[in-house]
């Protein structure tokens, strides 16, 4: 009943910025916690962040904390991820995931979105 649809990736140099975008259509995407998923080549997909319906809780993978942000405007049915001091090794296919925040601080992804490409030179 969701569609994802990613947008924002791209290249850009080691320490660099940029912001994912996801577009979500269904009339109950504000009930629905999102997140994002990425997978690099030859890796498994790795959680990256998650924030809950209403975005009073989020989650970031330890690698991640303190370098990306997750954020969404409901009212737009927009969820972001701004994506700062970038380095190679963030170069992966960025996935958004539509799904139930689970108690604890996980969440279980149930939609998801093509991908988006980011590649971080050095």
């Known amino acids: 009943q969701v569609q994802l649809v990613e947008s924002g990736g791209g290249l850009v140099q080691a320490g660099g910025s940029l912001r994912l975008s996801c577009a979500a259509s269904g009339r109950t995407f504000s009930r629905q916690a999102m997140g994002w998923f990425r997978q690099a080549p030859e890796k498994e997909r790795e959680f990256v962040t998650a924030?809950?319906?209403?975005?009073?809780?989020?989650s970031y993978a330890d690698s991640m904390m303190g370098r990306f942000t997750i954020s969404r405007h409901n009212a737009k049915n927009t969820l972001y991820l701004q994506m700062n001091n970038l380095k190679p090794e963030d170069t992966a296919v960025y996935y958004c995931?539509?799904?139930?925040?689970?108690?604890?601080?996980?969440?279980?992804?149930?939609?998801w979105g093509q991908g988006t490409q980011v590649t971080v030179s050095s």
């Open positions: 924030v809950t319906w209403n975005g009073d809780r989020t």
């Open positions: 995931a539509a799904g139930q925040w689970v108690v604890g601080g996980s969440f279980r992804p149930d939609y």
